[in-house]
DNA sequence: ACACTATTGCAAATCGTTTGCAATAAACCA
DNA sequence: TGGTTTATTGCAAACGATTTGCAATAGTGT
C-alpha cells in the first residue's frame, strides 16, 4: 500500500489512539497533500468524488476536525468576508510561513521571508512587555494582485 | 442633537447619496463609536436593544454592510475557527492598527507597530518582485495569552 | 472468521447571515 | 405645515457552511 508522508503519519497516529485507517480518510489525505493551495471543505469534496463517488460531506468535515483536531492541518480565513474556512496541511519542518491572498482571484501564495521572523522576534518583545502579554504565534497576511490579475489590470 | 463624530461622519456621506439618518442607524453607530472593542453584530444588537428593544437583527446587518460598503468599519476574522464577524470602525487618522487575539479569554488588544509599516515597504518590493504581484495591504494578527490570562495559568 | 466499536452515509438540525415584501417613516417640497 | 416620494424597517422565510443523531457499515485485534 503506498502512503503518502501525510498519510503515514495520521496512521501512525491513529493507531496509537484506537482509530482506523478507512478508505476516506486515505483519500481526503493524499488529495490534502498533494494540494499545493488551501482548500475548503467543499473543494475537497469535489476532488474526491472524482475518486469515490459515493462519499459524503460530512465525512469530509468530519475527516478535517479530525486532523485539525491533532495538528495535521490548520484553518484559515484569509478573506474576512468570505465564510468557507480554508485548510492549511502543516509542515512540521517547515518555518513559518505567511499568506499573501488575491482579493480579486482568491489564489493564495505562500512565502517565508527571514526578515518576518526577524520583525516578529522585536515585535513579539517589545508588544508583549508594553502590554504585558505573551505572544505564542503570528499570522501575517498580505493581500493585494497577484500576478495574473495584475497584469490584466 | 448630539452627534459622536462617527455618527456625523456618517450623516454626511448619507446625505450626499440620498439616504436618510434613522433612529436605528444613530443608535447603532454610537453604540459602535464607544465600544473600543470588535462587537460582533449579534453583540452590537444585544446592546441596541436595551435602548430600542423593537429593532431587529437584520437592520443591524444591513447597517453594518452599508458601512462596510463605504469604509467605515471593516470585518475581521481574529480566530479562524470562529464563525462570527467582528467589526471594526476604521479611523480616518490612525496608521496601521494591528492585533493581538487572546486565544484564551478572546479579547483582543490593537497595538500600532511602524516597523511594520517598515517592513511592509521592504515586502512589498521584494515579495512583489519576486512573486510579480502587486501588494496593497498586510494585516497582522498576533495570537497568546492576554495579560490577565497569563497571570491566572 | 468473529466480535467489538469507530466510522460512515444520510437526513435533519444548527448557526450566522441575507433576502423579499408590505408597512413605516425620513427627507423634500408645495 | 401637510402631502408625496421612496429609502429603510420589521418580519419571516431563505440561505450557505458546518454539525449532529442514528442506524448501517466496515476496520481491527482476537
Ligand atoms: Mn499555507
Ligand atoms: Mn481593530
Ligand atoms: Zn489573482
Ligand atoms: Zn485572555
Redesign the interface.
Known amino acids: 500500500m503506498i502512503q503518502t508522508p501525510l498519510a503515514a503519519q495520521v496512521t501512525q497516529t491513529l493507531r496509537a489512539q484506537g482509530g482506523r485507517m478507512t478508505a476516506q480518510r486515505r483519500l481526503i489525505l493524499d488529495l490534502l497533500q498533494e494540494s499545493d493551495s488551501h482548500p475548503t471543505a467543499e473543494e475537497l469534496y469535489a476532488l474526491a468524488r472524482q475518486s469515490d463517488p459515493s462519499l459524503n460531506l460530512s465525512t469530509v468535515y468530519r475527516t478535517l476536525n479530525w486532523l485539525e483536531e491533532r495538528g495535521f492541518v ?4 484569509f478573506d ?2 468570505h465564510a468557507h ?1 480554508h485548510f492549511d496541511p502543516v509542515q512540521p519542518d517547515a518555518g513559518h510561513v505567511h499568506h ?1 491572498h ?2 480579486n482571484c482568491d489564489r493564495v ?1 505562500e ?1 517565508s ?1 527571514p ?2 521572523e526577524q ?1 516578529l522576534g ?3 518583545g ?2 508583549a512587555r ?18 495574473d490579475c ?1 497584469a490584466s489590470a
Chains 1, 2 share one sequence.
Open positions: 490548520s484553518p484559515r480565513r474576512d468576508n474556512k499573501f488575491c482579493r501564495i512565502f521571508a526578515q518576518v520583525l522585536q515585535i513579539r517589545e508588544i508594553q502590554h504585558g502579554l505573551r505572544v505564542d504565534d503570528a499570522a501575517l497576511v498580505l493581500s493585494g494582485l497577484c500576478m495584475a
